[in-house]
């Protein structure tokens, strides 16, 4: 068994474990689909921000965002699936959850594969709207990116071990600060945890043809956050998911790999208490107090990092204030 990362022995992801329960939702009549969440916050907040983890990732890997946002009163749930194999089942599933826990529309924070279910749950409840807005973090609006596409339905037949060398290719070190090799380190424990099945139909989620029709999203406000240094998503994937919804707003880190939620995860929740303050004082707002008033220790100008930008695509770069 592999030693224990970095991260998962800070201070941080220890307080959140010990201060935040795991809870198993049973979200069907015989008991073979519990989502894993955890849920912080006040539970006032009836839209609050959902998270949704990428292919190797489980519901812990937002521990950053879910400790950093509630200082600022934003309910924030970490939700994992259990297997789902087909897009309409884990959308089925999800909107279950949703109901289970009494939350009638939610915002949705999704990276990679998490970001692309998000736009497709966002696609498949539009004519009953249960989302009021999307960040989308490091993903793609279209599968066919993926050189799995034709073996995804044989996923489900291989061995745990072979599912995750296909994920590791994507973990590499090289070039990277000491944020961002932690980060991968986390992240390869956490990809140790999963069973084959939820590997496998993950995979298949990820690789099976579909794609996202974001004409059909043009009234849901839109973040799309990513990072200008290598990861996992070639230029040309962010080129398109860009051209897929041209009034969204641009988030750019200057760096973060592939898990910028965890390697730069103070400028990843600016962005976020950017993308939610536009629903402050109304009933979709996710946090109890206002988020038009920055902190202090928030400000862009302190971090170690170069000026974050943030814009939107019809307007020039603007800088943070």
């Known amino acids: 068994m592999s030693c224990a990362s970095e991260l998962s022995q800070s201070h941080e992801y220890l307080s959140f474990r010990s201060s935040i329960p795991l809870r198993k939702i049973v979200v069907d009549s015989d008991n073979s689909k519990a989502w894993k969440i955890f849920d912080s916050g006040p539970r006032s907040v009836a839209c609050p921000l959902i998270c949704l983890p990428p292919v190797s990732g489980t519901a812990d890997i937002y521990y950053k965002q879910v400790m950093g946002l509630a200082s600022r009163g934003v309910r924030v749930i970490s939700a994992e699936a259990p297997p789902y194999w087909n897009l309409k089942e884990w959308c089925d599933g999800f909107k279950r959850l949703i109901d289970i826990l009494e939350l009638g529309k939610v915002h949705i924070f999704g990276a990679s594969l998490g970001g692309f279910i998000a736009q497709k749950f966002a696609e498949l409840t539009r004519n009953f709207p249960r989302v009021v807005s999307l960040v989308l973090c490091n993903t793609f609006a279209d599968t066919s990116v993926f050189e799995y596409n034709d073996s995804a339905a044989l996923f489900w037949l291989l061995p745990s071990l072979v599912l995750k060398r296909m994920l590791m290719g994507n973990f590499t070190t090289d070039k990277v600060d000491t944020r961002m090799a932690e980060s991968i380190d986390f992240m390869v424990e956490k990809l140790e945890t999963l069973t ?110 170069s000026p974050i930008n943030y814009f939107n695509q019809s307007e020039k770069y603007v800088q943070i204030s």
């Open 196 to 305: 084959q099945s939820e590997l496998a139909s993950r995979l298949t989620l990820n690789c099976t043809p579909n794609y996202v029709q974001p004409h059909l999203l043009s009234d849901i406000p839109v973040t799309i956050m990513d990072v200008w240094d290598e990861s996992a998503l070639s230029s040309h994937v962010r080129e398109d998911l860009y051209k897929s919804y041209p009034h969204a707003k641009l988030a750019h880190l200057k760096s973060g790999g592939n898990f910028p939620y965890l390697s730069r995860s103070d400028e990843v929740n600016l962005h976020l208490l950017i993308h939610l303050r536009q629903f402050d004082g109304t009933e979709l707002s996710s946090s109890y107090l206002s988020l038009h008033k920055m902190p202090p220790s928030q400000s862009p100008t302190d971090s170690e990092e």
